[in-house]
């Protein structure tokens, strides 16, 4: 069974910083594709970044301001999130899936930002007051 644990959610005024985390099995830190997505209220669930391996991808609203990454001795997931801004505030989730996808565009090989993924957390509330 995969289990995610996020932390770090909280209120901050725009153009702050929050970071979030989340822990993992070994097993899925290592094996399936991580990210982040979030929800705003009467919005639908959207995908904000994932990572695989040294692979990653960002929605085009955070790219720049936020940055995932791996705590490979912790076998957490972490997101950075700075300038942050009102519509930045949602449910964020951690989640996890087996199927890794890349694209190719270009010549080059990017990681693919799913829609949906297979296993989420409970998620934790960012609220950016302006």
């Known amino acids: 069974q995969v289990q995610l644990e996020e932390s770090g959610g909280g209120s901050v005024q725009a153009g702050g910083s929050l970071r979030l985390s989340c822990a993992a099995s070994?097993?899925?830190?290592?094996?399936?594709?991580m990210g982040w997505f979030r929800q705003a209220p009467g919005k639908e669930r959207e995908g904000v970044a994932v990572i695989d391996g040294g692979s990653t991808t960002y929605a085009d609203s955070v790219k720049g301001r936020f940055a995932i990454s791996k705590d490979n001795a912790k076998s957490t997931l972490n997101l950075q999130m700075n300038s942050l801004k009102p519509e930045d505030t949602a449910i964020y989730y951690c989640?996890?899936?087996?199927?890794?996808?890349?694209?190719?565009?270009?010549?080059?090989?990017?990681?693919?930002?799913?829609?949906?993924?297979?296993?989420w957390g409970k998620g934790t509330l960012v609220s950016i007051s302006s």
């Open positions: 989640a996890a899936d087996p199927s890794i996808q890349y694209v190719w565009r270009g010549g080059n090989r990017y990681l693919k930002l799913p829609k949906m993924m297979t296993y």
């Open positions: 070994r097993y899925t830190y290592s094996n399936y594709l």
